[in-house]
């Protein structure tokens, strides 16, 4: 397999309806079960809409970073500064390019961005608890469960859950044990 040559950079408003389809093809939807993070089978509806991003690229305290593969966008996170901590959100590759290093470089890339754009501690993600292939991949990458669970948020202008009782657990990483 041949590898990409990628390219990291904020988003910007024009970005947003691009990446709104990037991210929703990843998570929702038959052509995300090109990819293994697919969520098909546990929601209905859309992950997010170009009106929520294009919010989210304005704030200040927000961050979209781009991946992109020549000028393909192939790729993309959100970063959310709270004090000294940075959550991610959204790590969206286009299925039919899951599986290349992409998700683990564009981390790589949110991680530095994050180091640079604010002081930070500690970045915490939260995953549905049923993905165990995907908390393993975080934690092959440094972080490590909290035990912290809440219940997935309710969204019915966006989605509708397939199953009862769905729960995000909280993960994370120091900064200043992994640099």
């Known amino acids: 397999m ?3 040559t990628l390219t990291f ?14 991210v929703n093809s990843a998570y929702r939807g038959e052509v995300s ?5 697919t969520e098909v089978d546990l929601l209905d509806g859309r992950r ?3 009106a929520e991003l294009e919010r989210l690229i304005a704030d200040a305290n927000s961050i979209i970073l781009l ?10 996170i959100h970063l959310e500064r709270n004090g000294q901590q940075v959550q991610f959100g959204m790590l969206a590759v286009n299925p039919s390019l899951q599986g ?3 998700g683990k470089q564009l981390l790589q890339s949110a991680e530095l961005a994050a180091q640079q754009a604010w002081p930070v501690n500690t970045f915490i993600m939260a995953v549905i608890s049923s993905r165990h292939e995907l908390i393993a991949f975080y934690e092959r990458r440094g972080y490590r469960r909290t035990g912290i669970t809440k219940a997935f948020p309710v969204n019915p202008a966006l989605w509708t859950a397939k199953v009862a009782d769905l729960q995000l657990e909280f993960l ?7 640099p």
């Open 33 to 37: 079960r090109q990819g293994w993070t």
């Open 100 to 102: 290349r290093g992409i």
């Open 2 to 4: 041949i590898a990409l």
């Open 67 to 76: 991946c992109k593969h020549a000028s393909e966008l192939v790729g993309s």
């Open 9 to 22: 950079s904020k988003a910007q408003q024009q970005d947003a309806e691009q990446l709104a389809a990037l």
């Open 172 to 178: 994370e990483k120091s900064v200043i044990d992994h």
């Open 48 to 50: 997010t809409e170009a």
